[in-house]
């Protein structure tokens, strides 16, 4: 017990840095989940085939939008080092090369998503849902190259600190989705009735105004393009990729297994994958929350690591791991007991109310898990290991959480509940797993190694290799 004290109190220090730098970017992040809630609730008056169709629209443009993201998950981690290291011109060339990645990346997965919006017809989809689905992924796909130019923007004041810029814009951005949700779903005002489509568009101008809004702000922060050169920096790029290839891999995999079994549930039937859109809306609500604690995670490791501050980094990761953990303690408790009001908010019927607070239930199971599994993501990440959370992921969601799915899912028949049993046992996977790469990785770093790397790349990123 003594020995538990003692390490509250060498954490202690680092929970108030950590809160000040997260509580911007769990706003800014619940400001996104808040849009996404928005949609649900605009289409709801709609009946469950809407809701069933935003859905597997949604579940299909996550798994694209996860890989562009993941492709920028280097930046905030080479900008966080070099803003330790005092180097601001590195971090004007990170800025550039990042919105070179955002870009490089938009058009191929903008693509993907009018291909995958054309094969929904042959994926077994409940018949009532594929129009629908089809006509939100054709329009919301759009957004992707609007948010990735965002996030690119984002991570890199993330890793100087400045957090709220992308937080009041965020927020701002919900006034955007709301106005035009109200216009277009069901037609007011003169406007045409579009819809799930509708929604869709609300999507695509709020995150058009997202984007103009903190590439402006970029540019009067004095992120200026010219400072670092508007050319393309193959070297830079290519450490850049290093990055985030892993982590785009991670997030494809943790997203796409979610994404996966909301295609599952719509072959079940409208019912059941409204009842799964409903519970995932307010499970990702709750996320948002560690999700944001991870992203302080990683700049207040990286800005230590630049500083050579290697105890200190290893504080903070712990740090942002163990406020994440609380909160999501807190959080399950709360699912359990205030289910009722929770699922008052939506417009459902009897049966899939019914079906959604079973699902519930097996979400505040895994509050815990998912708390974990993303805090020491973020930890890991501000070492520059990227790798060990995509092959947790792997492991955890797809060699485990799916095939239990599955299992009490269609075997066991258990439906929709049985699925929700595999998601929370492969979040479990996950978080055990990422505890014991953390612990590894952050009690085996060389000093000498880092500085090593750190001078071989003018102060860049180091790599998951160099901290074996």
Same mark, same amino acid.
């Given at each position: 017990?003594?020995?538990?004290?003692?390490?509250?109190?060498?954490? /202690?220090?680092?929970? @108030?840095? @950590?809160l000040s730098l997260a509580w911007p970017v769990i706003l800014g992040h619940l400001g996104v989940m808040l849009m996404s809630l928005v949609d649900t609730l605009a289409v709801g008056q709609l009946g469950r085939a809407a809701i069933g169709a935003v859905s597997v629209g949604s579940a299909v443009y996550y798994v694209a939008f996860a890989a562009g993201l993941g492709m920028l998950l280097g930046v905030d981690h080479v +900008?966080?080092? +070099?803003?330790?290291?005092g180097d601001r011109r590195e971090i004007a060339h990170t800025y550039v090369q990042g919105l070179y990645v955002a870009a490089g990346a938009s058009l191929p997965l903008m693509a993907a998503l009018f291909w995958a919006a054309s094969r929904?017809?042959?994926?077994?989809?409940?018949?009532?849902?594929?129009?629908?689905?089809?006509? !939100?992924? /054709?329009?919301v796909a759009l957004s992707i190259g609007p948010v990735l130019l965002f996030n690119a923007a984002r991570q890199t004041l993330q890793a100087l600190g400045d957090t709220r810029a992308a937080?009041?814009?965020?927020? +701002?951005?919900?006034?955007?989705? !709301?106005? $035009?949700?109200?216009?277009? $779903?069901?037609g007011r005002w003169g406007a045409p009735a579009l819809g799930v489509a509708g929604s869709a568009w609300a999507t695509v101008l709020s995150r058009v105004f997202m984007m103009l809004a903190l590439l402006g702000y970029a540019a009067r922060k004095g992120l200026r393009l010219r400072d670092a050169g508007l050319g393309p920096d193959p070297a830079r790029l290519q450490r850049l990729l290093k990055l985030g290839l892993p982590a785009s891999v991670q997030l494809v995999l943790e997203g796409g297994v979610f994404s996966v079994s909301s295609l599952l549930m719509a072959r079940i039937g409208a019912g059941p994958a409204a009842a799964h859109q409903v519970v995932l809306q307010i499970a990702s609500f709750t996320f948002m929350v560690p999700l944001g604690l991870s992203a302080a995670g990683t700049v207040r490791v990286g800005q230590s690591l630049g500083r050579g501050a290697l105890v200190e980094s290893r504080r903070a990761g712990w740090a942002a791991v163990l406020l994440g953990a @609380? !909160?999501?303690?807190?959080?399950?408790?709360?699912?359990?007991?205030a289910w009722r009001p929770l699922l008052g908010l939506f417009s459902l019927d009897p049966e899939v109310l019914t079906l959604a607070h079973a699902l519930l239930f097996c979400a505040a199971l895994f509050q815990l898990f998912d708390g974990l599994q993303v805090t020491l993501s973020g930890a890991l990440r501000g070492l520059g290991d990227t790798l060990s959370p995509m092959v947790a992921n792997l492991i955890g969601h797809w060699l485990i959480g799916l095939p239990v799915g599955c299992l009490f899912a269609f075997v066991l028949r258990r439906g929709a509940v049985g699925m929700w049993i595999g998601l929370a046992t492969g979040l479990a996977a996950v978080a055990l797993g990422l505890i014991g790469f953390w612990h590894r990785r952050s009690? @085996?770093?060389?000093?000498?190694?880092? !500085?090593?790397?750190?001078?071989?790349?003018?102060?860049?990123?180091?790599?998951?290799?160099?901290?074996?």
């Open positions: 017990m003594s020995s538990v004290r003692s390490a509250l109190s060498r954490l /202690r220090p680092e929970l @108030t840095p @950590t +900008a966080a080092v +070099a803003y330790g290291a929904l017809p042959g994926l077994g989809i409940d018949p009532a849902l594929v129009p629908g689905a089809q006509a !939100f992924l /054709r329009v937080m009041v814009i965020l927020l +701002a951005a919900n006034g955007v989705n !709301f106005a $035009v949700n109200q216009l277009l $779903v069901t @609380t !909160f999501m303690l807190a959080s399950g408790l709360t699912l359990l007991l009690r @085996t770093l060389s000093l000498e190694r880092i !500085f090593d790397t750190s001078s071989a790349h003018g102060h860049s990123a180091t790599h998951p290799t160099d901290l074996h």
